[in-house]
């Protein structure tokens, strides 16, 4: 059974860092592409980031030059390192495995329970 754990989140304000973490259990990590993905109020769940099992990171132009996906292959664990954080960060956060990445997709993917991230101005 797959199981995905997100921790990080917190309340911040503008400027500040954040580092989420995902550690996931239930396959075999290196072999999945993992990413990122963020759901405001009101609004759908978007992609943030994702990472490939050979290590190609792909970036959503909001977050691009500010967030940077790594993952832990030893660990089963993927991070988002977040700097820069601006009020339109505010989501909750997911971590996801089994995505396909360059046209993302997720219809086969696993989440986890997601983290908050509020940032404040």
């Known amino acids: 059974q797959v199981q995905l754990v997100e921790s990080g989140g917190g309340t911040v304000q503008a400027g500040d860092s954040l580092r989420l973490s995902c550690a996931a259990s239930g396959r075999t990590f290196s072999n999945y592409n993992m990413g990122w993905f963020r759901q405001a109020p009101g609004k759908e769940r978007e992609f943030v980031a994702g990472?490939?099992?050979?290590?190609?990171?792909y970036y959503a132009d909001a977050v691009k030059g500010r967030f940077t996906i790594s993952r832990d292959n030893a660990k089963s664990m993927v991070y988002l390192q977040m700097n820069g954080l601006k009020p339109e960060d505010t989501a909750v956060y997911y971590c996801a495995l089994g995505i396909r990445l360059g046209n993302i997709n997720t219809d086969n993917a696993y989440w986890g329970q997601g983290t908050q991230v509020t940032v404040s101005s």
């Open positions: 990472i490939s099992w050979r290590r190609d990171t």
